[in-house]
């Protein structure tokens, strides 16, 4: 394919069609789900005398630049004792989109939203993601808040779940707030609303405590590269490095903690749930000798806390390797998967958050296990009868972990397209990188100036995860998404040198 003679944005989006489509997903909406769509013209009204109106608190959206699917609000208060309230509203979109409709089957069959490089393809009808059922700004949207009494350490102290109408009073990006946060100038549509810089303030100072309680009790400090190709027009001019930020923080902490809650509250009104779990790391005895090779010994068996601890030691040591470090890492603790549990079930909890107990619930708008444990709690908080069984429920665990790999291998894919494509004219030089995959299915390995991904088809013999090498690119394949490197030297820094 000349990929100059077409242009990049119309190559990557066929590319994607073609991924979804080749990995059992949907990439466009069934004639029955667009009739569905077209009887919802209004959204859902406020129904019940179990429903709170806190729409005059100061909620409000932080999101990526883009993003239109708006799927939660937050707002803080400040309480007696060094205590802060933290309240997160989770769109309520059962509330339109019903069990067995056939809008539902197409957020059931895909689980996500699928962001390509060129396209994306919503869970849900943009008419309901981004209108309907998105905590707009200045609208009236039915919720179900989580409720957090956190403690000056960072603790949870107590917790609640109920309906509620919510309004949002500003729609903010992760970036601007996290300029503001750190000493930059303040957005617009924080300064027109009187009280939300203070509003702000809190929240980041109490998800900041939070995040520092969880680190102490053994979450781990993670940072990886992730990048989104520039276009100019609709050619691939480069690729931009997406990095971690405060604001980014904020929404994190308050998520993860509103979702341990939610897993909690399900138990405690004997409902079972769908949970995230992360089990034991696959490969702990490699996180061991890179750990090592870094002077740093770690425990024989699996030990969250004393990984933290390498892993903070790290940071400080060498903040601009890593990001290298911690993909490491990420690729030896194994994928996430999803689980249903009865009430007094022992699942696994998720090991890299240091959690127990954990179910997805802050995304309905975007991802489907967020929008079964919504149908889970409205039962739950209306005390009706649980709208899952035990063996749809893991039927349902089963299949969202297994379209959720296959969305991320589609997003993938075309992000290795739109690499190819930027790459294409380089044929021939060579690149220090680091080992990301090593498994019989074969050696991958990510360029360190460069946030490319690819496979090393010669001279990769006896290397592993982690270690340092210096890469030849040889050939592209724009379609497969296909990167192709041979080894010609190793890391002068020795072996697993991160």
């Not at 919802?40 to 608190?57: E, F, I, K, S, Y």
């Not at 883009?66 to 309240?87: C, F, I, N, Y």
């Not at 308050?254 to 509250?265: D, L, P």
């Not at 997805?360 to 919504?374: K, V, W």
């Amino acid at each position: 394919m000349n990929s100059e003679a077409k242009q990049h944005r119309l190559i990557l989006q066929d590319i994607a069609q073609r991924a979804m489509l080749e990995r059992g997903l949907l990439p466009d909406f069934s004639v029955q789900a667009l009739a569905e769509l077209d009887k919802m013209q209004v959204p859902a009204t406020v129904t019940g005398r179990n429903v709170r109106d806190l729409r005059d608190l100061l909620w409000v959206s932080i999101d990526n630049d883009d993003s239109r699917d708006l799927d939660q609000l937050t707002v803080a208060e400040a309480m007696p004792g060094d205590k802060v309230k933290v309240l997160v509203a989770v769109a309520d979109v059962d509330a339109l989109v019903e069990d067995g409709s056939a809008i539902d089957a197409h957020a059931r069959n895909n689980t996500t939203s699928i962001y390509t490089a060129a396209k994306r393809f919503p869970m849900l009808p943009e008419h309901l993601s981004t209108n309907l059922t998105s905590l707009n700004v200045n609208e009236d949207r039915l919720s179900i808040v989580v409720e957090m009494v956190i403690g000056a350490d960072g603790s949870l102290h107590d917790s609640d779940i109920y309906r509620a109408c919510v309004r949002n009073q500003a729609q903010l990006a992760y970036n601007s707030v996290a300029a503001w946060l750190e000493g930059g100038n303040m957005p617009e549509a924080i300064a027109i609303v009187n009280g939300l810089a203070e509003n702000l303030q809190l929240q980041d100072r109490v998800a900041q405590s939070m995040k520092n309680f969880r680190h102490i009790h053994g979450a781990l400090s993670l940072e990886t590269i992730e990048a989104k190709p520039l276009f100019d027009g609709d050619q691939i001019r480069a690729l931009e490095i997406e990095e971690n930020n405060r604001a980014k923080e904020v929404i994190e902490d308050f998520m993860i903690a509103a979702n341990g809650v939610t897993a909690r509250y399900l138990s405690a009104k004997k409902s079972p749930s769908i949970r995230r779990v992360v089990r034991t790391p696959k490969r702990w005895e490699r996180i061991v000798e890179i750990a090592a090779d870094h002077k740093f010994k770690l425990p024989e068996l699996p030990d969250s806390s004393a990984l933290e601890k390498f892993l903070i030691m790290q940071k400080v040591a060498d903040p601009l390797r890593f990001p290298d470090l911690s993909l490491a890492v990420i690729k030896l603790l194994g994928a996430g998967e999803y689980i249903a549990e009865l009430p007094d079930g022992n699942v696994p909890g998720h090991f890299g958050l240091a959690v127990k107990d954990y179910a997805h619930s802050t995304a309905p708008n975007r991802r489907y296990p967020d929008l079964i444990t919504q149908r889970l709690l409205k039962a739950a908080l209306d005390g009706k009868p649980v709208p899952y069984s035990k063996e749809e429920l893991d039927v349902l665990a089963a299949h969202c972990t297994e379209a959720e790999d296959a969305a991320k291998k589609v997003e993938r894919q075309v992000g290795k397209s739109a690499a190819a494509l930027l790459l294409e004219p380089r044929i021939g030089e060579q690149f220090d990188a680091i080992i990301t995959g090593a498994s019989e299915k074969g050696t991958w390995a990510r360029l360190l100036n460069i946030p490319v991904e690819g496979r090393v088809i010669r001279g990769f013999e006896g290397m592993d995860v982690g270690d340092r090498l210096r890469v030849q690119l040889i050939d592209t394949n724009v379609e497969r998404g296909y990167i192709d490197f041979k080894k010609v030297s190793s890391s002068n820094r020795g072996r697993g040198r991160i």
